[in-house]
Structure formats: structure tokens, C-alpha cells
């Protein structure tokens, strides 16, 4: 973004907002892949001019490999039992859509969340991997704030634990001056001062908002501003 505002000859803002994650026009769009509920090509990129689709990468990982990024990115219990089908599913036919995905997935989880389709957190780890969205956040992060003017303010929504344990992580590291070694004398004027200050706390929709929007449950904003 820094690039992008330097070539329209703006070096600071009074604010960024980050709505991280997958759109819903994504979600809605079979082609693009991202949902186990409408039937397409098993892709999951959110640039798809570039990298690898899910198919690709579910046909070439090793089983540990599924397993690892299941378990991480989708904190899914039964991410062994889920990537032991994927691997013998594949090795009976080649994977390439969504709801073949799915159900070998729903196939695989054995207890169900209230409300929650089974594939749910398996479709959340593969989009997060393939467009590596928790490093993208951690580089971001810092790059959003340096293009903040002082007294500028970072909002983010995230919507799942996460991406809210990152910028969480952030401002408060952000926001608590450097830790000075034990027992040195310092006057308080010479404190370093922290470069964010927290906006109030993490902010979680109302009952309203998700009876009105049931996409906006798991959403969590965030807001900080920049102090110098
Ligand atoms: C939650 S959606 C934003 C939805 C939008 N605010 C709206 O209300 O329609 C997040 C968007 O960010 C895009 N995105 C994901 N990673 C990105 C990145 N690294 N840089 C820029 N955009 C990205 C996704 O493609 C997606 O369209």
C-alpha cells in the first residue's frame, strides 16, 4: 500500500481499515472455489492469476503436510482423519471440486458443531494457507502503520482467532513502551513512548447485527491510533 499511495504522491493517511478475509461476492461465486456449499473448481485463490489452486496443492502435499495445515489454520480436531481421506481419496480419483472436498471432509469429521457445516474449518485452513493470509497480516501490520500520520487511526475487522491473536499481539506490543533493563534509574520524561495507544477494546457485532448479518458472528475490530 505504501507503493501504491507513493504513486498518487500521498506519503501519510488519517486512516487505514483492513476487513481481512474472503468476501462474500467470493463466497457467493462458485467459480472462484471458496465454498463448500456451491459446487466448483477447487481453487481458494484470492488472486487468481497466480500461485497454486487447492486441487494442486492437495494432489502434491504429503499427508502431514494436510494434516499440519488443517490442525494450524483451521484448529480442526480431526485435521489426521481428514487428511488420511483426502490422501486415499485421491490416490481413487482426482480431486478437483468443492463438493468432492466436502465430502470427503464431512466423511471424515465424526462429531458435528452445532450450526456448523463439517468442512467449514478445512475449507478456513486451505484459504489460508494458499494465500498465506496470517504472513500477509504480519507484514501488513507494520507497513499500515507507517503510513499513518500521527493521530491517525488503524482500524482492522478479523474474523476468526487467528487473525484477531495477531493484531491483537501487534497493538499491544505497539502500544507498551520498551522494556527498560531492572533497577535503571529513568525519569518518567525519558520513558520512550509507545508509538500506538489502543482505541478501546476488541468490539464483537450485537445480537442485532447478526440476526441482521449472521456473516458478521465471528467478526472482531480492532482499533488503535498512532501516537508519533
Ligand atoms: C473481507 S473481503 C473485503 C470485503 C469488502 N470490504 C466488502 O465490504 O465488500 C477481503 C478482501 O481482501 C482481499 N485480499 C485478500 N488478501 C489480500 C491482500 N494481501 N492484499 C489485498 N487484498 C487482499 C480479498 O480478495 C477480499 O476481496
Redo the contacts with the bound molecule.
Keep these: 500500500m505504501q507503493e501504491a499511495l507513493a504513486a498518487r504522491g500521498i506519503r501519510h493517511v488519517a486512516g487505514v481499515l483492513l ?8 463466497l457467493e461465486e462458485a467459480a472462484r472455489g471458496f465454498s463448500f456449499a456451491r459446487d466448483g473448481p477447487l481453487d481458494m485463490r ?2 487468481p492469476t497466480s500461485g497454486e489452486t487447492a486441487a494442486e496443492w492437495l494432489t502434491r502435499a504429503d499427508e502431514k503436510e494436510i494434516r499440519e495445515v488443517i490442525f494450524a489454520h483451521g484448529e480442526e480436531r480431526f485435521a489426521k482423519s481428514i487428511a488420511a481421506a483426502i490422501v486415499a481419496a485421491r490416490g481413487r480419483e482426482p480431486l478437483r471440486t468443492t463438493r468432492q472436498l466436502a465430502e470427503i471432509v464431512g466423511r471424515a469429521v465424526r462429531t458435528r458443531e452445532p450450526g456448523q457445516h463439517p468442512a467449514t474449518r478445512t475449507f478456513q485452513a486451505l484459504r489460508i494457507h494458499l ?3 496470517l504472513e ?1 497480516l504480519e507484514v ?1 501490520l507494520p507497513r499500515a502503520v507507517a503510513i499513518l500520520e500521527p493521530g491517525g487511526r488503524l482500524a482492522v ?1 478479523s ?1 476468526h482467532s487467528l487473525e484477531d491473536r495477531i493484531v491483537k499481539n501487534f497493538i499491544r506490543g505497539r502500544s507498551t513502551a520498551d522494556h527498560l533493563p531492572r533497577g535503571v534509574p529513568v525519569r518518567a520524561a525519558e520513558l520512550p513512548i509507545p508509538e500506538l495507544r489502543p482505541i478501546g477494546g476488541a468490539v464483537k457485532p450485537s445480537e442485532e447485527e447478526i440476526r441482521r448479518n449472521p456473516r458478521a458472528r465471528s467478526a472482531v475490530l480492532r482499533v488503535a491510533e498512532k501516537v508519533h
Excluded: C, K
Excluded at 476487513?19 to 467470493?26: A, E, I, M, N, R
Design positions: 476487513d481481512l478475509g474472503v468476501s462474500s461476492p467470493q484470492m488472486d494465500n498465506q493470509e500477509e501488513t475487522v474474523f
